[in-house]
């Protein structure tokens, strides 16, 4: 298993360099990045010492080493628009973010899980089509249009919960929560409910498929003529073995939530990093976006690497596998 | 007279589809009386297997029991709510299934999946459960139980995981034991040991036997009494011995008759004395397979990390033309893995392969020679054929490949005559494979290997996937097309008998080696191999009813 670890370790890092190496070109080579840090009314002598300053004189090989050695340090460079560093920037915003897909993707699981199963166990019963068919409006809505909707009912027709923002924070050291505070947690909601919704029907689908599945193996079938109980077959046998490929989607999942996340926190004007991202987008704040890049690459890398681990507790399998090498 | 444990009278299950309705059980009648191990035997579809979920209370929707009952000692249950039936199950009523590799969940310890099923059943602790778990294991023959309890199925081989099913089946004590097939998907040695650990477990607790096979043989060891069945029905019903003595029915007759045996039939041509020469049709010379393992990704990139298993270990046999060499050997033996070697679907080790005189792993001309002459047929013939091709297409494939034939109308007119070689009528070459059967569906296999017009066919377990009749059809047709166009086979099989009938000279392979070779007669009558010797006596043979 450690083998196992060292060798996704091993290729991460790969994956790392790869991301970072494209970010590099990015920030290096798209515009001038001079052209945007000095004043229109510099001249050439300026222009040759920021040069010298920012190292962009020396060779390509030093430039991309220097990048990752500051990327390491969690250095990408002052954003041209807002004048920060980048980093302190994501930071500030990393929090609310995080705490958005967690609570959107909690939703997520257990509704989705929860719905799978029962959808699974009753395959005919009319409550098991009527969630099919809501599901397959969940899949297909867009997640805008979806935002605007509850935006409308809770916020603008019945008042119950804001519209925009997440509330009344409290700092605590750098992470700044909107969870302690009831307007906080008022404001979670609905965003919350926006982003899981796809989710939730992915899960839900892919829970019932894989549960149909396994319910047809021998060894329910073993276990339905040991007499085991319905409860013991049902969630302790049938349940354990749908899970790996929920967990591997969830896994993705939870990832682009957290990366992709600017729709929804565009509707909701969430201070996270999706908007910054988009608002940087528009801005061609090329450092945010080159940093951005390699955030998203780290926690696609990252969340993977929890669902190769979480394979080998799930599937005993796994474990004798990586000894043998396959 | 003592109350049977099980009684079965005029039992219907029948299959509603949307405009008709199957009966796959069709008035079945038979008791089991205590500690009695009654055979039920038939072909695929007989509704044998039917009976068996019948009595657990375990039938697929939509099937459902349409009429008789069915009596657990004296006590009606087949008319019994759900949530009592599921109360007999695993306490009154035991099962073992055919499958050891998919009947236990991968993911619970072998111990926990004990446990739980005693827990379950029986008023005890989670240690007193835990130490009749072990006791279990042990009784059914599992080497230091205590210990193996912990471990996952995986680290099981084949016939260990059917010993843990037997121990779960029996765990909580019941009245009977339902097995179906419970050693058709293991190899003959272990076949037997699993025959004497259930009869050795039912017998220990008392528990009756309904054993479902296909296999006479098997019930011809077991079984104190059969029941034939034939399409849902009752064909006959006696004991063992009468039954495979004095047949009464044409069907059983039929049965017992298309059984291969490892005795020589009277009247079988005399084999030709296996040739060892350089002038033989096939040769095969130190073949050598290794794989890798360990170490995977780039620890491989580190030098001595790297194991090698030797699946196939310096076998050498040649082949006359015309003739069929047995290559038998159980699961894992590496038989396969020289089939595929043979063909050229892998590449071996070390070693030399020739079919007349051309090396089949030369590149260039011998490769094209090789794709004409040497042909194969595979085990599954319902995993072989591509469903979403017509027959046509796929029997005229290789010529297409090939460039044997190319316009429409000659093709056509070779699928035709390919097809009335494997005596099916040529009408059928628009249908799709899934209109046929198993024994159909292995014809038109065998008309794809014909179409190249080879002189070789490698024939992978060609019917073990059949029934005994359609077995014996299916041999006739390979030994009639051979004595037609003088085909050269190697004849893969673990089926002892199946290779007695078919070759002139037999190899038998043993983890990679090949431990005895020569003609047939000599083999089976006088084996010189400790390991033929444990083969053959392991066979279960209905000639062996005393």
């Known amino acids: 298993m450690l083998a196992f670890i060292a060798r996704r370790l091993f290729q991460s890092v790969i994956v790392m360099l790869v991301v970072a190496f494209i970010a590099f070109l990015v920030f290096r080579y798209v515009g001038d990045p001079l052209a945007n840090l000095l004043s229109q009314d510099a001249n050439q002598a300026d222009y040759d010492a920021a040069r010298q300053r920012l190292g962009l004189d020396q060779p390509f090989y030093i430039q991309f080493f220097h990048f990752v050695g500051n990327a390491l340090q969690g250095q990408f460079g002052t954003s041209y628009r807002l004048q920060q560093p980048v980093s302190q920037l994501i930071l500030e915003r990393l929090p609310a973010t995080i705490e958005l897909a967690v609570a959107s993707s909690i939703i997520a699981l257990i509704g989705g899980v929860g719905l799978g199963i029962y959808s699974a166990l009753r395959p005919r019963a009319i409550s098991t089509g009527f969630i099919m068919t809501a599901s397959l409006i969940g899949v297909s809505l867009p997640t805008f249009l979806i935002g605007i909707g509850l935006i409308y009912i809770f916020a603008v027709e019945l008042k119950w919960l804001p519209s925009f923002g997440r509330g009344e924070v409290v700092q605590i050291g750098w992470w700044r929560t909107g969870l302690l505070t009831s307007s906080g947690l008022r404001s979670l909601i609905l965003p919350a409910i926006t982003l899981s919704l796809f989710q939730l029907t992915l899960i839900m689908r892919l829970v019932r498929a894989e549960m149909l599945e396994v319910m047809r193996t021998d060894y329910i079938r073993f276990a339905k003529a040991r007499g085991l109980s319905k409860r013991a077959i049902n969630f302790g046998h049938a349940l354990k073995n749908t899970m790996v490929p929920v967990i591997t989607i969830t896994g993705l999942q939870l990832g682009s939530v957290i990366a992709f996340a600017i729709i929804t926190e565009t509707v909701f004007q969430w201070p996270g990093v999706g908007s910054l991202f988009v608002n940087s987008v528009a801005a061609v704040d090329v450092p945010v976006m080159a940093a951005y890049l390699v955030f998203v690459a780290l926690v696609f890398v990252v969340i993977n690497l929890i669902v190769d681990i979480l394979y080998f507790i799930v599937d005993p399998r796994l474990r004798d596998g990586a000894k043998s090498g396959r | ?546």
């Open chain 2, 1 to 546: 007279m003592t109350e049977p444990v099980l009684s079965i009278k005029d039992l219907v299950v029948e299959f509603p589809f949307r405009d008709d309705v199957f009966r796959a059980v069709d008035g079945v009648s038979f008791d089991i009386m205590p500690g009695e191990v009654v055979g039920v035997v038939g072909e695929s579809g007989a509704g044998k297997s039917m009976t068996g979920s019948a009595v657990i209370g375990l039938i697929d929707r939509p099937g459902h029991i349409a009429g008789g009952e069915i009596r657990l000692k004296g006590e009606r249950i087949d008319n019994l709510p759900e949530a009592a039936r599921a109360k007999l199950r695993g306490k009154r009523i035991g099962m073992v299934f055919q499958d050891p590799l998919t009947s236990l969940n991968p993911l619970y310890t072998v111990g926990d999946q004990l446990v739980e099923t005693i827990r379950t059943h029986l008023p005890v602790s989670e240690a007193e459960a835990r130490q009749k778990a072990i006791d279990l294991l042990a009784e059914a023959g599992i080497p230091k139980a205590a210990e193996r309890i912990d471990s996952y199925p995986h680290q099981f081989s084949g016939g260990m995981r059917q010993r843990v099913v037997i121990a779960l089946a029996i765990a909580a004590g019941p009245e009977l034991i339902v097995a179906d097939e419970p050693t058709s998907a293991l190899d003959v040695s272990v076949q037997a040991q699993i025959i004497k650990v259930l009869k050795k477990l039912c017998t220990n607790h008392g528990a009756a036997v309904m054993l479902i096979t296909h296999d006479m043989g098997v019930i011809a060891q077991t079984a104190d009494r059969m029941v034939v069945m034939h399409q849902g029905k009752v064909v006959e019903t006696g004991t063992v011995g009468d039954i495979i003595r004095r047949p009464r029915e044409p069907y059983t007759i039929k049965l017992i008759n298309s059984i291969p045996t490892i005795e020589r039939k009277d009247g079988a041509a005399t084999p030709a004395p296996a040739a060892n020469d350089d002038g033989a049709y096939v040769q095969v010379k130190k073949l050598v397979k290794d794989y890798e393992i360990g170490g995977g990704g780039f620890l491989k990139l580190m030098p001595g990390k790297v194991e090698v298993f030797r699946a196939v270990n310096e076998v050498s046999f040649s082949i006359e033309k015309g003739k069929t060499f047995g290559l038998v050997g159980e699961s894992g033996s590496g038989k396969s893995t020289c089939a595929k070697m043979i063909v050229g679907l892998v590449r071996p080790t070390s070693g030399q392969i020739t079919v007349d005189g051309h090396d089949i792993w030369a590149s260039g001309a011998g490769h094209q020679e090789r794709r004409k002459r040497v042909q194969m047929i595979f085990q599954d013939p319902y995993a072989s054929l591509n469903p979403r091709w017509r027959v046509a297409d796929i029997i005229a494939e290789p010529m297409r490949t090939l460039g044997i034939a190319r316009n429409r109308g000659e093709v056509d007119d070779r699928v035709a005559e390919l097809l009335r070689r494997v005596r099916l009528d040529p009408v059928v070459m628009r249908k799709f494979p899934h209109e046929f059967s198993g024994g159909q569906r292995q014809r038109v296999a065998i008309a794809r290997a014909l179409s190249s017009q080879p002189e070789f066919i490698v024939c992978d377990e060609p019917t073990s996937a059949l029934d005994v009749s359609v077995q014996a059809q299916v041999l006739d047709l390979m030994s009639e097309l051979q004595a037609e166009f003088g085909l050269t086979y190697l004849l893969i099989s673990h089926n002892l008998a199946v290779v007695r009938q078919m070759s002139s000279s037999v190899g038998v392979l043993h983890n990679g080696v090949l431990v005895e070779n020569g003609p047939t007669d000599a083999i089976f009558d006088n084996p010189q191999a400790d390991y033929t010797r444990m083969l053959l006596d392991a066979v279960p043979d209905i000639s062996k009813v005393a």
